[in-house]
């Protein structure tokens, strides 16, 4: 599946920027109606094996350092349908794929998949949502805070924010024996706190604190490298661009990747804590959200659609390029409008405001109704 395929849903900024061409769905069992939980670019990923896959999912699940124990759910190609501009449902007419084993050692293949129960057409929920609008990155904690932000005024919030001593930081290039923890490089070095403070991690401790080269500063920031330190062989995984400069970017990624990252001889155990929590951030990231709708207010599609109604007039220029509505978002409920009620008209009397919540729960019966048709 490529990223030019025409998928039933929209793709968010997030998973059109990311170039995904893997998503992963959690479908409500009440209603099956459906929202985006992750997706990958899996050609950053092209040896990642399903079984890693599962391991690092249920890590991002769990969201703790030290997982219990691998959840009891199976990935299963499924097709999804629309209900309701930017809404998604289970296409429970539609074949659903054969479960993908947990301990597959083949590359994960590109394609939406949804979780169910093992030998079952149960679904299986991941519980609440995450904010699909949460903080992140160190760049995206402080740029909420203070707004867009240069490069250089970043780094010196950044360096006021994570402050380490220097007694820390000598003992921890001691500890590091003066080598870049990625790369393996000796000069130009720095270091840098592993887990942010606003991670839920406060305090100054060796442990949390890492000897990079200074190349890597804002790649780190960014969560753009992270160490599958589970993984046997300790390997650096890269997310992201290193740099934006192709030649410097090609020949970070090329160290990285040469360098033995640390064995248990040489990275102290208790960095563990700290090491899996930052991979674990890092898979959540990358990972999670890009839903559709984390990109618009349902307000504002709501009013739309209430608007509409009153109006009628699907040649308005509103209807696509409505305020804080992108045209093909303003074409969809148009579209979407008319296949629901072909014989609508518009009422010969309005009222206005009105409240579109009231009516929402029966556009939504209105839409499955539809759709058995």
Same mark, same amino acid.
């Given at each position: 599946? =490529?990223?030019?395929? +025409? @998928? !039933?849903?929209?793709?968010?900024?997030?998973?059109?920027t990311d170039r995904r061409n893997m998503f992963l769905f959690s479908v409500d069992p009440d209603n099956y109606s459906v929202y985006m939980f992750g997706g990958w670019n899996l050609d950053r990923h092209p040896r990642m094996t399903i079984r890693t896959f599962y391991r690092w999912l249920d890590l991002i699940l769990a969201r703790r350092a030290f997982p219990e124990g691998p959840y009891d759910f199976e990935l299963r190609v499924f097709q999804v349908q629309e209900r309701y501009p930017l809404h998604y449902g289970l296409n429970d007419r539609a074949a659903l794929g054969p479960a993908i084993a947990r301990d597959a050692e083949g590359a994960m293949p590109p394609g939406v998949y949804a979780a *169910? @129960? %093992?030998? =079952?057409?149960?679904?299986?929920?991941f519980g609440a949502k995450?904010?699909?609008?949460? !903080?992140r990155s160190l760049q995206d904690i402080l740029e909420n805070k203070y707004g867009k932000l240069s490069r250089e005024q970043i780094e010196a919030l950044a360096t006021e924010y994570m402050h380490i001593s220097a007694p820390?930081?000598?003992q921890v290039k001691q500890r590091d +024996? +003066?080598?870049?923890? *990625?790369?393996g490089r000796t000069d130009v070095l720095t270091v840098q706190v592993i887990v942010i403070p606003a991670n839920q991690v406060t305090g100054e401790s060796v442990d949390n604190v890492i000897t990079? =080269? =200074?190349e890597l500063v804002d790649a780190f920031r960014r969560n753009a490298l992270s160490v599958d330190y589970d993984n046997e062989a300790y390997r650096t995984v890269v997310f992201a661009v290193l740099s934006p400069d192709p030649e410097v970017n090609a020949r970070l990624i090329s160290l990285v990747q040469s360098n033995t990252v640390c064995t248990p001889a040489t990275a102290p155990a208790l960095a563990a804590e700290f090491l899996r929590h930052h991979f674990m951030w890092t898979l959540r990231v990358h990972f999670e959200g890009g839903?559709?709708?984390?990109?618009y207010s349902e307000t504002i599609i709501d009013e739309l659609m209430v608007e509409l109604a009153e109006d009628g007039d699907f040649s308005d220029e509103r209807w696509k390029a409505g305020e804080g509505i992108e045209r093909d978002i303003g074409d969809e409920v148009v579209r979407l409008?008319?296949?629901? @009620? %072909?014989?609508w008209t518009a009422p010969s009397r309005v009222v206005f405001p009105v409240d579109p919540e009231p009516v929402r729960p029966e556009r939504y019966r209105h839409t499955r109704r539809a759709q058995q048709v």
């Open positions: 599946m =490529s990223q030019s395929e +025409n @998928y !039933v849903f929209k793709l968010s900024k997030k998973s059109t *169910f @129960y %093992p030998g =079952s057409d149960k679904v299986y929920w995450a904010d699909m609008r949460a !903080v820390i930081a000598e +024996n +003066n080598r870049c923890f *990625f790369t990079i =080269s =200074s839903d559709i709708r984390g990109d409008w008319k296949r629901i @009620y %072909p014989r």
